[in-house]
């Protein structure tokens, strides 16, 4: 009877050594970085939060960058939610949802550039090396949460 109890316990941490491994595994580090190229000399203020953390408003002169990681996983489930201010210009956009983007980027690089419809978000395409994947702007009524 004794021995049957030992090998339950042994048996249970082993499971628990293995599902701890498993998270690892399943959690990745992310990072993310967002570049003013706005162009024309236009100054970029972007503020990212998401459910715990606030990464602050980050004020980007022309060509300015700023970057922030976060862990990412099974149990981590991370959502990023940025506003972007220009003169005569204010959007949302979502830079992380692990629902979309967890399989998209490790490293989420992005730019806010001129293109012929405007400021937009581009992201770099790590097979090509450009920032070629350019995204609409969240829509206006889906404001942010926070
Ligand atoms: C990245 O670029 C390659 C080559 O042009 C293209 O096939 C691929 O679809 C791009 N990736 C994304 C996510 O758009």
Known sequence: MGSL???RVVMLMLLLLFLTMECDAASRKKHVRVTNELGGGLTLKVHCKSEDDDIGLQ???PNGFFEF???SGLFEITDFYCS???PGGFKWYDIYEDGKDYRECDKCWWVVRTTEYGPQPCRLNLST???DI?????PKW???FY
């Open 69 to 71: 990681s976060f862990s």
């Open 129 to 131: 090396g450009k920032y």
């Open 59 to 61: 004020v980007l002169p």
């Open 84 to 86: 972007f201010q220009w």
């Open 142 to 144: 889906a404001m942010s």
């Open 5 to 7: 109890f030992g090998i």
């Open 134 to 138: 350019c995204k609409p702007w969240n």
